[in-house]
């Protein structure tokens, strides 16, 4: 199979390139690049106008494969994920059973590569059962094919245990993907705490709650040499502790997703669970520091923490819906609008955030277009104005507050190990 790819603008962070440009595709590996390829192709795609970038990854989706199928399942995740250009993706632990088994990391593998619509790569439990008490055979999981731990959903709250894992995923050279909530401050809050808290009648969720366990976390990443990544950051001050934690030469990096960075509280409209999700949105002044943090690449990655539920619990009220929100096909389109169309972020930081940098929290070989290299690709049209409809995605979520927001960007076309695993005229 070959695919040539013409006239497309090429992005391609690990060579900090941004220059139109021709890719020729053979046996699944990018072979050429070149101003005009003259060759003949199985297929040929003129991306005229169009970002041609590294395959996207994102670090924090929830598949809820197995048990939780009814939310989402492989399948329809992969179908969410090759949709929103992504080629690679981290599915979260909290699942039932939880990834705490070799079992069930296998499952895991074995669904996604029959599926085959996009690299699905497992992040193992911390603890056993996500109890917080005994850690989990890791290397053992790692054997199997986990990318990372975390206990995404809530944090370990007891700090021996934790250090104790951290010192493992060391040992390993595996990242630990940090879910920042100290549960004894959350004190049953749904939205973040101030005015819409008060004004909504319900309780409210401070800063302090993430803060205090990223400031933990932070110093055990120092104290045992472990890679940190944290999770869905949302705070003013979590962007100032992983500037300084850097600074410090902590292996510490860092996600933003884009609810947090295109919506404040202020866009909370009323009692409405799609606003749900945790951490919560913030203050505006929270939003505008972590648009800062991304654009001075304090902040490396943009992740979805992707969280389908089904429309009944969605339809609770916002103190008896569970937490989350959709994002795997609202990503590219939501950062293109607010951050890029801004002047926020560059098109080639775009990239890095989307592929190459998560491609280097974890260790691959992936997020770059460079000769040789696999075929994960993703080509999206920048400037396609529409909006958001939840009617049109493929997750079997809809659970999200974007719904009828105007936005640009689309993604035209993703290919996986060079096959078109996409297109937007023909799915």
């Not at 088994?101 to 497992?122: A, F, H, W």
């Not at 293109?336 to 926020?344: A, P």
């Not at 280097?360 to 992936?366: A, E, M, S």
Request: aromatic share 4%; charged share 25%; hydrophobic share 35%.
């Amino acid at each position: 199979m070959t695919i040539l790819i013409k006239n497309g603008r090429i992005l391609n962070p690990s060579e900090n390139m941004d220059k139109e440009m021709d890719i020729y595709v053979q046996d699944g590996v990018i072979q050429e690049r070149a101003e005009n390829i003259q060759k003949n192709a199985d297929k040929v795609i003129d991306a005229k106008g169009c970002y041609v970038m590294p395959g996207l990854i994102d670090l924090h989706v929830h598949f809820r494969d197995p048990g939780l199928t009814y939310k989402e399942d492989i399948e329809t995740g992969s179908r969410a994920a090759a949709k929103g250009g992504f080629t690679t993706v981290c599915c979260m632990p909290n699942t039932k059973p939880v990834v705490d088994s070799v079992e069930t990391v296998k499952y895991i593998v074995d669904k996604s590569k029959e599926v085959g619509l996009t690299n699905v790569l497992p992040v193992g439990a911390v603890t056993k059962q996500m109890a917080g008490r005994e850690i989990t055979d890791v290397e053992k999981l790692k054997e199997a094919g986990i990318c990372a731990i975390s206990e995404d959903g809530k944090s370990v709250m007891n700090s021996g245990v934790y250090r104790k894992a951290m010192k493992e995923a060391a040992r390993l050279n595996l990242p630990v993907m940090a879910h920042c909530e100290d549960i004894n401050l959350v004190e049953g809050g749904v939205i973040n705490l101030g005015d819409k808290s008060e004004e909504l009648g319900v309780k409210g969720i401070s800063n302090a709650v993430e803060d205090v366990i990223a400031m933990r976390d932070i110093m055990l990443a120092r104290e045992t040499g472990a890679t940190l990544h944290l999770c869905h950051c949302s705070t003013k001050d979590s962007v100032e502790m992983v500037k300084q934690a850097k600074a410090e030469g902590i292996k510490v990096t860092a996600e933003v997703c884009p609810h947090h960075f295109s919506m404040c509280t202020d866009d909370i409209t009323g009692n409405d669970s799609n606003f749900k999700m945790n951490p919560p949105l913030r203050r505006r002044e929270d939003m505008e520091t972590l648009i800062e943090g991304l654009r001075d690449d304090v902040m490396d990655v943009i992740s979805t923490d992707h969280a389908p539920h089904s429309a009944e619990e969605k339809a609770r009220d916002l103190e008896h819906a569970p937490f989350g929100i959709v994002g795997l096909e609202t990503s590219v389109a939501l950062t293109l609008t607010n951050l890029v169309k801004t002047g926020y972020i560059t098109p080639l930081q775009m990239a890095a955030k989307m592929s190459y940098n998560p491609a280097k929290v974890l260790g691959i070989d992936k997020g770059t277009l460079n000769e040789g290299a696999i075929a994960d690709i993703t080509i999206i049209n920048p400037d396609k104005e529409y909006s958001i409809d939840v009617n049109t995605f493929v997750s079997k979520g809809k659970n999200t507050p974007f719904d009828g927001y105007k936005v640009f960007g689309e993604v035209e076309c993703t290919i996986l190990g060079g096959k078109a695993v996409y297109e937007k005229d023909n799915w």
